[in-house]
């Protein structure tokens, strides 16, 4: 069964983007928002939880 | 041991009594337990210009019992180190809660109507400087043994300072310095029952004292925020007392409006079960509230500097 995605929508304000965007300059999360939001999420979930992780 | 320079200050403050101070940089000014146990109030203004003056709110965030090695910090938006603590024994409890005791606060308490307080002593002392009872600003305490819990409760203890205890306090600015014997000891616990004196000095820079200061400098000082009065939108200090509203000011308000964006992401099934589980601990109450405070939360605890004035996270 091919994996399932969840398409959600989340909003940041300019000062967000701005910490986003020294994440972006690192390269080590993407290269775009849309990538940075989610690795940077399962890094989250990583620490809080002890699962995931960068993937 | 750090040299210091000559003494070129060295008096004794009685019971209820005061002393604005100029003490400049590289200076070092050093208060003296003469007895067991009397707290010490004290203010920090900049002796160039009286309205940057000492922040005991933004001291706080060093923890509240700020000790050796912490610094006294001005008000924003100028958030300039003022004072550096070099010595301060264990024996010296300090508080940034209390404020300064009021002689309203023991008329209510006790009945008294005009018992010694702090604000009335301060508001002597630096009327040698014009200063006026409406710019003393909240106290830094030393020797005030004070406690608080969770609840918000909030009691003062018994003193444990010596006699012979010293707290030295290295100017890294020009400062007028305002160390007082706080007049409330006597009726109630913070010195223990009974007003002692206590001994101020100051000693003249010397070539150690000022390296110090250059490197508190080189480490405290340099941000673009930390301002100076040419850059205030409004910068003379008014001297009518009423206050009414500049015709055609309109306010400047930072990043105003804020603006958002709309970031579409993708999430696994494994994702989703992961942000349910986070959301359940309390992360959000949406899925949205919930993927932005995660991702802004692992930014603050990975990415954002060690807090500048702080020896705490």
Redesign the interface.
């Known amino acids: 069964m091919a994996?399932?995605?969840?398409?959600?929508?989340?909003?940041?304000?300019?000062?967000?983007?701005k910490?986003?965007d020294?994440?972006k300059k690192e390269k080590e999360f993407g290269e775009n928002?849309?990538d940075i939001?989610?690795r940077?999420?399962?890094?989250?979930?990583r620490?809080?939880?002890g699962?995931?992780g960068v993937r | 041991m750090i040299s210091y320079g000559e003494p070129k200050v060295d008096i004794v403050l009685q019971p209820v009594s005061g002393k604005a101070l100029p003490v400049y940089q590289g200076e070092v000014l050093r208060i003296t337990q003469l007895g067991d146990g009397q707290c010490v109030d004290f203010n920090c203004f900049n002796v160039h210009d009286y309205k940057e003056h000492m922040s005991v709110g933004h001291m706080r965030r060093q923890g509240f019992r700020i000790r050796k090695g912490d610094l006294i910090w001005s008000n924003p938006p100028r958030f300039n180190p003022m004072m550096a603590i070099m010595e301060m024994p264990q024996t010296c409890s300090t508080d940034l809660l209390a404020s300064r005791c009021h002689a309203g606060l023991f008329e209510v308490i006790f009945g008294l109507e005009n018992h010694p307080n702090c604000q009335d002593t301060f508001a002597e002392a630096i009327g040698e400087y014009g200063l006026t009872p409406d710019d003393v600003h909240d106290s830094f305490n030393m020797w005030m043994n004070s406690g608080w819990d969770d609840a918000g409760g909030y009691q003062i203890r018994k003193n444990t300072g010596l006699k012979g205890d010293y707290v030295d306090l290295l100017a890294l600015m020009d400062v007028l310095a305002v160390p007082i014997v706080c007049g409330s000891g006597d009726i109630i616990t913070v010195s223990n029952f009974c007003l002692k004196s206590i001994q101020v000095q100051v000693f003249h820079r010397s070539d150690e004292t000022e390296v110090i200061v250059q490197d508190y400098l080189r480490r405290y000082t340099g941000l673009k925020n930390q301002r100076t009065v040419d850059t205030f939108r409004i910068k003379d200090i008014r001297t009518e007392r009423e206050l009414s509203p500049i015709q055609g000011y309109e306010p400047h308000f930072v990043?105003y409006p804020?603006?958002?964006?709309?970031?579409?992401?993708?999430?696994?099934?494994?994702?989703?079960e992961?942000?349910q589980?986070?959301k359940e601990q309390g992360l959000g109450r949406s899925?949205?509230e919930a993927?932005?405070t995660?991702?802004?939360?692992?930014?603050y605890?990975?990415?954002a500097m060690k807090p500048w004035l702080g020896r705490k996270a």
């Not at chain 2, 995660?294 to 930014?299: E, G, I, K, L, N």
Request: proline fraction near 0%; charge should be negative.
């Open positions: 994996d399932q995605t969840r398409k959600l929508v989340v909003e940041f304000d300019q000062e967000q983007l910490l986003l020294k994440l928002y849309k939001i989610v940077v999420f399962r890094n989250y979930v620490q809080e939880l699962q995931g | 990043n804020i603006t958002l964006e709309e970031i579409e992401i993708e999430l696994s099934e494994e994702d989703y992961q942000l589980i986070l899925d949205e993927i932005r995660a991702v802004m939360s692992w930014y605890k990975n990415r």
